[in-house]
Nanobody
Framework: QVQLVESGGGLVQAGGSLRLSCTAS????????MGWFRQAPGKDRDIVAC????????YYTDSVQGRFTISRDNAVNTVYLQMNSLKPEDTAVYYC???????????????????WGQGTQVTVSS
C-alpha cells in the first residue's frame, strides 16, 4: 500500500512557475513508476508526465514539452513536477500516481496506476 500526498499548487500569473511535489509513504518508493496527471473542469483526467523507477526514462504530453520537468528523488520518496512558462490552459487539479513497474518502464495511462494522491489545484491567471 502506498499513500501519496501532493503539495505546491496555487495561483500564479501566466508566464510564472510552480513546483509540485508528491511524497509517498513506505520504504519501496523506488519500486514504483510515477506519473503526474491533471483534470480541468468538465474534462477527462489526462497524462502530463511520467517517469521510470530510476528517473532514467520520462515522457511528456505535447502541450507541456519544453515547459515542464518531471523528476524524482528516491532518497526522500518524492516526485516533482517543475512547471515553467505556465499558461491559463494549464489550470487544473494535478494528481500524482504510483504503480509498481519493472526498472526501466514508464506508465503513462491512468488505467495503469493503482495509487493516487488527493490532488492539488493549480490556477493560472491571464
Amino acid at each position: 500500500q502506498v499513500q501519496l500526498v501532493e503539495s505546491g499548487g496555487g495561483l500564479v500569473q501566466a508566464g510564472g512557475s510552480l513546483r509540485l511535489s508528491c511524497t509517498a509513504s513506505g520504504r519501496t518508493f523506488s519500486s514504483y513508476a510515477m506519473g503526474w496527471f491533471r483534470q480541468a473542469p468538465g474534462k477527462d483526467r489526462d497524462i502530463v508526465a511520467c517517469i521510470s523507477r530510476s528517473g532514467g526514462s520520462t515522457y511528456y504530453t505535447d502541450s507541456v514539452q519544453g515547459r515542464f520537468t518531471i523528476s524524482r528523488d528516491n532518497a526522500v520518496n518524492t516526485v516533482y513536477l517543475q512547471m515553467n512558462s505556465l499558461k491559463p490552459e494549464d489550470t487544473a487539479v494535478y494528481y500524482c500516481a504510483a504503480d509498481w513497474a519493472p526498472l526501466a518502464t514508464i506508465r503513462c495511462s491512468q488505467y495503469q496506476y493503482d495509487y493516487w494522491g488527493q490532488g492539488t489545484q493549480v490556477t493560472v491567471s491571464s
